[in-house]
């Protein structure tokens, strides 16, 4: 254990454990900011899936990596416009939906790879860019190098709180969420807020998928493992703000990184490796147990809205 | 989740004129034409992958419904589908979302696995419906930490749930290469994650000759009908009906929310975990082995379960229609591969998109009978609703509502 | 929540059910199961393998004898994607490069994660006349055991394991990936400056903990002070959780990774990004990371499966046990050329191979 606590092993974990976590925390960012709005998507999973197959066929053929992240990115805007078109017009029951959804991203994604893709070959990834002055301090600067993909999701945290809680676009989300009828009669269009937000919300999830890619380098069927579904889950234990979900993305991905360094380090013996790898989900829960915040849902929340009358 | 905010009669009728004719086509034809939908979307993709639609098509239904032994396969792949939907059924008129059914039917196999290769020595009478009570339990269990959590404190379900499907799977994997293990190792020394072979006593009988038809469909089927009369006919399934309608006006009604809640989850849990002992012993390979993930073992079953209830309206008697249908789509698709080798996640797309279809042509019907119903004239009452949700803007108190 | 079905949606269901089946029973019945034609030769070809292998003993391969006039139908039932450069792939090959020369009807399905799907697929082309089936996954094993004596005059093949459950139509198939494993260990000893090694596996079983044993074995018979701690992700199929222990490891200070699993391909791109020597196991992965892959274990399926053919044609269906080594090419070194290899580590690895050849070199279980 004396191992572990090294400066340089801390740090190295660290800065993996951010790495892992930045897709789980760019899709639970974007959904919940839809949460907010009132609407829920389960289907953030198949769509990260598209972006992540769109980056990677992208980057395949075209080798730029800049064009790559834009089409993953790309990706869960159109689904979003689905998703928007069918939760917020069509008024469909968003549970179904979402997993219609995720259903369709599945089967596309894995088809058009099996398909398109003959044998896989790794891509280049992003590089990793240091931030300027805060990488060279001595021992753990090395948390400070990490892909660009990484400082964008964690800037989008505080990006994100500022929209919800300081714009008036943000106003009008929270409003949606909460009471839609009263903003209706103050001439705020729920639909188009919810469809903004919807939209937004996926081309998020796609922006995650783009950067899972980016982690391992290679695109396989079903590439995140239901991370997607872990993403909605993390924005109830974020109780649906920004900081909140920034800290259970961390949380889940530190610990999963911790569990494999103690792994490796011989810390947890090989009887117990199977047990060791629920650890994430385990302490997730805990913590939301002992936390036990009182933060309750938006008041809406799959809850379409229909102008009565 | 909640209801859409408008109300809702129970009956239709229609009315004269062109705009009737319209509202009774959409109401009648929707639904098929959203399936045509799909299907061409289908044999689009087909075409682009090179591969013939008529074929595929035409092996898909062959391999779902083309004969008594794909017919028996179908109904083989509808049980878990069944199980894990009537278990929905349960939680979703309780309002409790429960997306754990993946890990709800591991830990049941586990646990019927684990009872029969304790007990190998009963008769089957005994051991058979011990092993599937020993599943239910165990998946019952696996339902009732996040009812509990739910009830108790406010720890929304969704997330419980989910991470309690992570939990499962290594749990699965403990166990089967661990204290489970079939020990007489390959001569290399290595074992496979699997369980010894399964006392025959405890495998469920198969019924129709030739096939694989087991005792597990009918018992399915009977599980869904007394899920039906316990929702509908008991004063249990009425507190279930109730606090998911309202759980403010149930406990001013003095119904033991909490208690109701956990008990939802925990027999929507038992329902996946019979589906998990029943996979365990209605399978070829008497034996439960896993490859490492959920999926290998359930076929998705806990997804796809989720789907097939909402098909069903929530209802079990309608979820055996579904659930039948949908194991045609899977049992199908394996056969789609094989005749045009397009992979079958073709058919995952599919499912989706006529998920997705289906769903959205809901809204657009109901308001079809919505407006041919204000049209009907006054007369006809509207039955009153319980509102489901709290007063705006009013304090909600804590946690989820 | 749909809380009052709508009669219209269920009664659409119901017609859309009964609709189908009408339609579907009113097509062409399913094809009858035709029984395998049973090959000709009456003297029944020696089998030149032993039922039971003991670890060093190799089996020696007969010369193939002139392929058979008839098509032998086949078919391979397989847990990942014919592409995934490691399991699958490595029986999909081997089946392609024997096509040509046994007249092969090849019929395959992979992806077949699910088991129960996999039962009804084996199931299936069993009763529709193929000749054998190739069960290729451990996890496969107790449905061909059910199935076999429902299918007496089909032959399955099933690995990677080494039993046949005494069935007359089995055969089984294994490789000793120990010993791969055991002569690439010993390599990455040799590169390794720091002496800590990299192991990343899926779950600790079968093929992927021989193939790691086997290599920390050979590692510690060079240096016997290091450090060569498996880590098992817990999944097959998890790519980021690979990478992630692929990091942890470059953090611990190790200088050289291997690792075993489809889902390895995440562990190889960090090994590419940070430039470290790979050893690849089941199939080559030089693709992945040209520069710095040092050689993959590569598994060889085709004398196995032309031993297999051969006793087919000779009229038994089953009862052989065929194991994959270093001796009889079942198992075979592929060294990267665009890796620069020192010429002592190089030296050591053939005289290991030798070794584990004729049996001078013992490869602990």
Redesign the interface.
Known sequence: MNQFFTVDILTTTIASGIALATPFLLAALGETIGQRSGVINLGVDGIMLLGAFSTYYVQLQTGNLLLAVLAGTLTGTLMGVVTAFVSVTLKAEQGISGIGVYLFGLGISSLLFQKLVGTPLPISTLPAVGIPLLDSIPLVGGIFNQSLLVYLAFLLVPVVTFVLNRTTYGLQIRAVGENPAAADSLGVSVARIRWSTVILGCTFAGLAGASLLMYGGIFQINLTQSEGFIAVALVYFGAWRPVGVMFGSLLYGLVGVVILEWKSLGIIPLSASDLAATAPAVITVLALLFLARRFRQPAVLGRPYEREG | MREPESNEPTGATLTGGSAGLARFLLTWFALPSALVVALAFGALMMLALGADPVTGYRALLEGAFGGSYALSSTAIQAVPLLLVGVGICIAFRANVFNIGGEGQIAMGGLASAATALAFPDLPGFILMPLVLLAGALGGAAWGAIPGFFKAHYKVNEILSTIMLNLVAVQVMNYLLAGPLVDTSPTSTGGLIPETRVLPAAAQLPILLKGTQLHLGVPIAVVVAICVYVLLWRTSFGFQIRAVGLSRNASAYAGMPVKRTITLAMTLSGAMCGLAGAILVFGSISHRMVTDGSLTGFTGSAGFNGIVVALFGGLNPLWTIVSAYLFGGLIVGGSALQVATGVPSDLVTALSGTIVVLVVSLEYLRRRARVQSIALAGPRIARPPRLSGNPPPLAAGGGGDE | ??????R???L???A??VA??A???S????PAPTVAPSVAPASVAPASVAP??SPAAPASVAPSPSPAPAALKVALVA?S?V?D?AFTQSMVEALNSLKTKYNLDV?I?D?Q?????A???I??YASQGYNLIIAH???Y???V???APQFPNVSFAWG????TYNLPNVFAY???S?EGGYVQGAMAALLSKSKVL?VIG??????A??YVDGFCAGAKSIVASISC?????????????????A??????K?DVLTGTA??V??A??VA??KNIPWFGTQWTQA???PSDVVSSQVYNWAPILEQIFATIQGGKLGGA?F?ATLGNGGEQIQFNSGYTLPANVLAKANALIKGITEGTVNVP?
């Open positions: 929540m749909h809380r009052n079905l709508d219209k949606l269920s659409t269901l119901a859309v059910v189908l089946v339609g579907a029973c097509g062409s019945s399913t039971s292998p847990p994607a592409n450069l019929a399905s992806n994660f699910v088991v129960a799907t039962a009804n697929v199931q299936n996954g451990s996890q094993g107790s449905i055991q059910q199935l990677t394991a080494g039993s294994q490789v000793n120990n990299g899926p779950i600790a079983v079968g093929d903990k021989l701690i498996p880590v098992y992700t817990g999944s097959f199929s998890d790519v980021s959780l690979m990478s992630a222990a990091t942890t490891f470059v953090a611990n190790a489809q889902a391909v995440g190889i791109g590419k990004s693709s992945l990371a046990t194991t279980q």
